[in-house]
Each structure stands twice: as C-alpha cells, then as structure tokens.
C-alpha cells in the first residue's frame, strides 16, 4: 500500500526563494495552479457543494454582482492585506496563485457543460478532488510562496501559538457559514472534498518524491 507523504519532498524544479523564479519551474507551477483552478470549477458546475473558500466566494459575487473569478480574486487581496500586520510576505507563486486560479475557476466554471444526471455530478466531484491535490502538490513543490490563504493560516499559527489545524479549520468553517448564508452552495461535494483532500494531496506528494528518487 502506497503510504502518504507528511513532508513536502524537494524536487528539481524547487526554488531557492520564493522570488527566485527559474525557467524550469514555470510548468510544474502554472500546471498545479491551473489544475487547482480546474478542480474547483468542476465542483461549482456539478453544484454539489463546493469548497469553503469558494463557497464564500459564490456568497460575495452574488450579492456584489461580479463573476466568480473576480470575487475569489477580490478574496484573495483582502486577505494578503491582513498578511502584513502578521509579517506574512508574498512570493512570486503567491502572486501567480491569485490570478492563475481566479481565471481559470472562472474560465472553467462559466464554460464547462453542467451535469446531465447524478452518476456525472459524481465523476465530476472525483475528478475535480484529484485535479485540486495533484495541483496542490505541484505547486507546493515549487517553493515559490504560500498562496493568499495557506499563508493566513501559517502567519496566524506562527504569531498566536494556536495549532495549524485549529487555525485552519476556524478559517475554513467560519467562511464556509459566512459563504452559505449569502447564498454559496454547500452540500455533498462540500464535505465530500473536506474528508479527501488531505490524503489526495498527501499521496499526491508522495508520488511526486518517489518519482524524483527513480530519477
């Protein structure tokens, strides 16, 4: 049986800095980026649910009247702003994260053909878990920066003490409510996505290493 990875394995393509950008990481990091953006539109045309910051996201762009690319790119610069009273500070795949997923969530989302019946909306909500954790492991190999959330969550952990996983879960349960009483769909991709993603991105991961050791 194929264990999971609890660390983030160094790859060929991993960055000194998170502003040290090199030819050789720009695929494995607008890859992982564009797949995440994917996954996540996969799971609004299946509307099943989708992930908590999305939920939120479909919650503001229905009342502010913008697309759902623009609210979850809008999201994403209010909470880079509550980054720097935590001495958080961006890197270039922080950047990258915002406009890459952003656009293709809303690419994805406003194209893609709807579900005709139960057994699609399934494949869908599979498919879109396994395009967000291999794009998860992908981008996180990069070492380019966290994205806009993932570093909310680190720069809370780091200034309060508290654990990630109590910080994470806050934050996640805290937008998911505020998102579905403005009117995000939550449902079974929700909380289907929520039990499965930790081990997709961890397998993810763990793949990825043993295919760097072969090398």
């Not at 291999?134 to 952990?157: E, F, I, K, Q």
């Not at 993603?197 to 991961?205: A, E």
Request: aromatic share 8%; hydrophobic share 50%; with cysteine.
């Amino acid at each position: 049986m194929t264990k999971l990875s609890h660390r983030i394995p160094t790859t060929p393509w991993r960055a000194s800095g998170t502003w040290a950008l090199r030819p050789r990481m720009v695929l494995p990091l607008v890859l992982g980026l564009s797949m995440f953006g994917l996954g996540e539109g996969l799971l609004v045309v299946a509307h099943w649910g989708a992930t908590p910051w999305t939920v939120f996201a479909q919650g503001i762009a229905r009342h502010a009247h913008i697309s759902l690319g623009w609210s979850t790119a809008a999201i994403s610069c209010v909470v880079l702003v509550l980054w720097f009273p935590l001495r958080e500070r961006p890197g270039f795949g922080t950047i990258a994260n915002l406009i890459i997923i952003a656009y293709v969530l809303d690419l994805s989302s406003s194209s893609l053909a709807e579900p005709s019946n139960d057994v699609l909306k399934a494949i869908y909500v599979v498919v879109a878990v396994l395009l967000i954790g291999v794009g998860s492991a992908l981008y996180l190999t990069c070492g380019l920066g966290p994205g806009p959330r993932d570093g909310l969550m680190t720069s809370l952990h780091r200034r309060f003490g508290i654990s990630v996983v109590y910080v994470r879960l806050t934050l996640e349960v805290a937008v998911l409510v505020i998102g579905w009483l403005l009117g995000g769909t939550v449902g079974v991709g929700t909380a289907f996505f929520d039990a499965t993603i930790g081990f997709c991105i961890g397998l993810s991961l763990r793949v990825l290493d043993v295919a760097v050791e072969k090398r």
